[in-house]
């Protein structure tokens, strides 16, 4: 069993950043890729951002391609997300995400394999 809580989320002007943590619980840290999706009011989750066991591949959706970074400290069990060049359209509730040994390859397109959620932030940006 992996617990996952994020923290990091608030609110930012547009042009600004914000760093995301997600620490996760259990032993086994590096054996479970770790991403973040969001979800903003009314849309559905989409995928943000994964990175694999030992941080030596990460992948991003197009729209955060430049400016959002995923990085993995498997010291501290924790995974993080900086954020960057804020928009208004990054205005979601963003999840930490863990699957043993996932295929980040594939999480862009479904997340019907993902273990454990954390119970999300909140990330506003205003213009």
């Known amino acids: 069993q992996v617990q996952l809580v994020e923290s990091g989320g608030g609110l930012v002007q547009a042009g600004g950043s914000l760093r995301l943590s997600c620490a996760a619980s259990?032993?086994?840290?590096?054996?479970?890729?770790m991403g973040w999706f969001r979800q903003a009011p009314g849309k559905e989750r989409e995928f943000v951002a994964a990175?694999?066991?030992?941080?030596?591949?990460?992948n991003y959706a197009d729209s955060v391609k430049g400016r959002l970074t995923i990085s993995r400290d498997n010291a501290k069990n924790t995974v993080y997300l900086q954020m960057n060049s804020l928009k208004p359209e990054d205005t979601a509730v963003y999840y930490c995400?863990?699957?043993?040994?996932?295929?980040?390859?594939?999480?862009?397109?479904?997340?019907?394999?993902?273990?454990?959620w954390g119970q999300g932030t909140q990330v506003t940006v205003s213009s």
């Open positions: 259990g032993r086994t840290f590096s054996t479970y890729s």
């Open positions: 995400a863990a699957e043993y040994f996932g295929r980040i390859a594939d999480w862009a397109n479904t997340y019907s394999r993902i273990t454990y």
């Open positions: 990175i694999t066991g030992r941080g030596t591949s990460t």
